[in-house]
């Protein structure tokens, strides 16, 4: 089975940091591409960072030049890098990959189960 384990949420101070990392766990042939998502209390997902496979970084002018995607080969993990975090940064986060599993022909999106990230003022 493949699946998607998030982990490094949790307090933060306004303008402090934190790393979020999504294993992908479980045998894949590839990963196709990667994203964050949030998801604010009474508000909709939203798109924070994403990256394709032979293309660039997408950032929203909310997080640009303050979250950082990247990716791990060796160790199958996504990350996402926050710095200078805001209190409407608080959200619970997701990590979402489009994967082929080992041996498949075939493409699937995964989420991770979520993880909270609570910043104060």
């Known amino acids: 089975q493949v699946q998607l384990v998030e982990s490094g949420g949790g307090l933060a101070q306004a303008g402090g940091s934190l790393r979020l990392s999504c294993v992908v766990s479980?045998?894949?042939?590839?990963?196709?591409?990667v994203a964050w998502y949030r998801q604010a209390p009474a508000s909709q997902r939203e798109l924070v960072a994403s990256?394709?496979?032979?293309?660039?970084?997408y950032y929203p002018d909310s997080v640009k030049a303050r979250f950082t995607i990247s990716m791990d080969n060796a160790k199958n993990t996504i990350y996402l890098q926050m710095k200078s975090l805001k209190p409407e940064d608080t959200a619970v986060y997701y990590c979402?990959?489009?994967?082929?599993?080992?041996?498949?022909?075939?493409?699937?999106?995964?989420w991770g189960q979520g993880t909270q990230v609570t910043v104060s003022s």
């Open positions: 979402n990959a489009n994967i082929r599993p080992q041996y498949s022909t075939f493409d699937y999106t995964l």
């Open positions: 479980g045998s894949i042939s590839r990963i196709n591409a």
């Open positions: 990256f394709t496979s032979g293309g660039s970084a």
